[in-house]
């Protein structure tokens, strides 16, 4: 150790040293506070997309009905939409189990959307793989003919009524300014 020494006399320390060091400190708090910010909004930007993706496919599942309802009633379109719903109920099953893993608060509220997409959906789909295929563009429905009374409780935190409208503020003119322009003539 002393030959470190004899390499590197210990220099006294000035006020110019510990500026410097104090400056390298406080470089690295700042590259660590954005390592972190950039870190936790990637995260939060993750779970959006997890939440979005999420709904979407509730919203797959709750459109499915109309799929059904508007087929034309060949084996392939039969294919296409057993396939579909299928791959719907996968994207369920998926994000069920993604929400479990990355937002455990969510899944709670996640499930009981789910259970009733499927509670409201699964008759609709069942009575629309009942009904005839469809054969001419006038048979289509230009609007949706089953409403989903029961989910949008679910995404708006369970509330079975609708949230009261918000108190507006009677309407305020505008303020006076102060300011005239003076007319010269």
Wanted: hydrophobic share 40%; proline share 11%.
């Amino acid at each position: 150790m002393s030959w470190l020494i004899a390499l590197f006399p210990p220099a006294p320390i000035t006020w110019d040293g510990i500026a410097t060091i104090a400056a390298a400190l406080l470089a690295a708090g700042i590259i660590a506070l954005g390592f972190l910010h950039e870190r936790r909004q990637h995260a939060r930007s993750r779970r959006a997309e997890a939440y979005a993706g999420a709904l979407q496919a509730v919203s797959d599942y709750l459109e499915a009905p109309y799929r059904v309802r508007r087929r034309s009633g060949t084996a392939a379109d039969r294919f296409a939409l057993t396939a579909h719903v299928s791959e719907i109920q996968s994207r369920l099953d998926f994000y069920t189990a993604h929400l479990a893993l990355i937002a455990p608060k969510v899944l709670d509220a996640y499930t009981a959307l789910v259970a009733a997409a499927k509670a409201e959906a699964g008759p609709q789909m069942s009575a629309a793989w009942k009904a005839r295929p469809t054969r001419h563009d006038r048979d289509v429905p230009p609007v949706a003919a089953d409403p989903h009374p029961r989910p949008h409780p679910a995404r708006r935190g369970g509330r079975r009524t609708p949230s009261p409208a918000p108190r507006r503020c009677p309407a305020r003119p505008p303020p006076r300014s102060r300011w005239r322009p003076s007319i010269r003539s």
